[in-house]
């Protein structure tokens, strides 16, 4: 328990091992808290992104006004969070919230551009075929613009998971925390190994859930495959 | 406060290398003092560098309190954190001249710094005293605790935190171990029923003192869960609030001056006594401990030779 491992980089081994069941609840906290946020944004932004399609003159002002949130700092959100939503300061629910509006900031642009590049005459072969607007939109618009929507999913996927980890700040455990430790410990000299481990485990998950979105596009769009093929 | 909170996850090793490289263009402009912008005249004081967390800038015992008791008014005061690890590097580096560091810091004595003396009081008392929500506090579980007050010492926080900050051990492990040599280690059923989640502000001796209270729970039958390392007191103080967690290792001064901003008690059992009246209803104090970690001015020993200061006061005289 108490073998303090070195304080080189590459004892992240030695300090993972030390702190195992901390360190993978971390991981697990930090996971969920960067892949919650993107689903619910997702589906925040399929409606508003299809409306900013849909009517031509709400387009510039909900990308606008949706890309602007994204330029509120992380911190300031986490911290109004709790007078915002009425929610407990420590209830990891902000951070939700927050990352939440994040990823709605990014997808709303990316659903309706990537509605606006389905091709027009796949839309009015759809319509020809007597498709009503919903049928439209749920079995030849929306798969037709996966690819445009898994790029966007991607970036607000990676983005959240090192945005997630500012909310170690707030008190709320994930990876983050292994770097305030870290810092907090670096007073004679730089202690590396839960910087380094939460580095590493960091950009592991991004790749991991990265790869998934990558994954679960392809399967939903089998045709992209075949074209491939040909 | 939310400067403290950014500087504190900045972390790191890019923190690390930003501290040295502006220590190269902060140290011109640190020598000669004409940079003051409330220059205090001829003093040793207006030669001199003043480091410390944002806060100590505007609250009572922090700047404004050293000129108005001691007639100290540093050339130059420093954002940096609460005796972490910012501080404490720009003390040892000479980027700053004194620092408001902590009595129980094991780098104090590593470092071979001196602790000016505090004649006048300046720095109120500040025992460590476990802050409790009202309605968890049974008396089964204020024997625990209590008892964990009685035997702990002053000499013991700082060979608990020179464990954890200089030796890197880890606070549960260093917690359970001060347990077993006090005796406190036995198990039993004082605490059974009691259901409660220990938090911890983010420095690492508030850490090992909140897990020492979760392990003497734990062994004496109550149900604890942790969420350690909140953050600064304006984050953990609402989350005790509002129930997230239910108790925390806090220190009587600094309490006392969350709760009363007037406050001008200063012996430790004035402070003690003081605090109830200050606490809102829904949170208590129990039995506080002998042991003390509280704000201190601290220089390097050749800042202290140089300058012949043994006390704050001394900060006041001709160069």
Redesign the interface.
């Known amino acids: 328990m108490s073998s303090a491992a070195g304080s080189a980089p590459w004892d992240l081994f030695g300090y993972f091992a030390d702190h195992r069941a901390e360190v993978l609840d971390l991981l697990w906290a930090h996971t969920w808290l960067s892949v919650l946020p993107v689903v619910i944004g997702l589906l925040v932004a399929l409606p508003i992104g299809w409306l900013a399609r849909r009517y031509r003159w709400a387009y510039p002002p909900v990308v606008s006004v949706s890309g602007l949130l994204y330029t509120i700092p992380s911190l300031a959100l986490f911290v109004v969070m709790p007078t915002l939503l009425g929610t407990q300061i420590l209830d990891p629910l902000n951070v939700v919230a927050a990352l939440t509006l994040y990823t709605v900031a990014l997808l709303v642009r990316v659903v309706a551009d990537g509605l606006a590049a389905v091709p027009e005459d796949a839309v009015q072969a759809a319509t020809a075929m007597g498709f009503t607007r919903l049928q439209r939109l749920r079995t030849v618009e929306l798969p037709l613009a996966v690819p445009v929507i898994a790029a966007g999913l991607r970036v607000a996927m990676v983005a959240n998971v090192s945005l997630v980890a500012i909310a170690a700040t707030i008190g709320i455990p994930q990876l983050g925390q292994l770097f305030i430790t870290g810092f907090q410990l670096s007073v004679t000299g730089p202690y590396y190994p839960p910087i380094v481990l939460g580095i590493v485990l960091s950009v592991a998950l991004a790749l991991l859930l990265d790869r998934s979105i990558v994954l679960g596009a392809r399967l939903i769009t089998p045709w992209q495959r075949v074209s491939a093929a040909r | 406060m939310?400067r403290r909170?950014?500087t504190?996850?900045?972390?790191?090793?890019a923190?690390?290398t930003a501290l040295t490289a502006c220590g190269e263009s902060g140290s011109s402009s640190a020598g000669g003092g004409e940079s003051t912008p409330a220059g205090g005249g001829d003093t040793i004081a207006a030669e001199l560098v003043l480091g410390g967390p944002p806060e100590f800038q505007t609250r009572p015992d922090g700047v404004p309190g050293l000129e108005e008791v001691y007639g100290v008014s540093f050339g130059e005061f420093r954002s940096l954190d609460a005796g972490?690890?910012l501080t404490?590097?720009a003390l040892a580096n000479g980027q700053i001249d004194a620092a408001d560091v902590f009595t129980t810091d094991p780098?104090i004595a590593?470092n071979d710094w001196v602790v000016l003396e505090d004649p006048e009081n300046l720095f109120a008392a500040q025992n460590v005293v476990p802050l409790i929500s009202t309605e968890e506090a049974t008396d089964g579980v204020g024997a625990v605790l209590n008892a964990v007050s009685a035997e702990l010492t002053t000499e013991d926080l700082i060979s608990l935190n020179e464990q954890?900050?200089?030796?890197?051990?880890?606070p549960?492990?260093?917690a359970g171990?001060w347990l077993a040599e006090q005796g406190l280690d036995a198990t039993g059923t004082q605490a059974a029923g009691a259901d409660l989640t220990i938090?911890s502000a983010?420095?690492?001796e508030n850490i090992t003192l909140a897990n020492i209270y979760a392990q003497a729970l734990q062994a004496q039958g109550a149900t604890v869960q942790t969420?350690l390392?909140?953050?600064s007191r304006e984050?953990?103080m609402?989350?005790l609030q509002?129930?997230?967690?239910d108790l925390i290792p806090e220190y009587t001064g600094v309490l006392l001056e969350y709760f009363d901003e007037e406050a001008t008690a200063v012996s430790s059992e004035d402070v003690y006594a003081a605090l109830p009246e200050a606490l809102p209803e829904n949170l208590t104090v129990l039995e506080q401990s002998e042991a003390e970690d509280k704000d201190a001015i601290v220089v390097t020993r050749e800042t202290a030779e140089e300058y012949g200061l043994t006390s704050i006061a001394d900060l006041a005289e001709q160069p």
């Open positions: 939310n909170i950014a504190a996850l900045t972390g790191g090793t923190l690390l972490g690890p404490i590097n780098n590593a954890v900050i200089i030796d890197r051990q880890d549960a492990a260093v171990q938090g983010n420095f690492p969420q390392n909140i953050g984050v953990y609402p989350g509002d129930g997230s967690i």
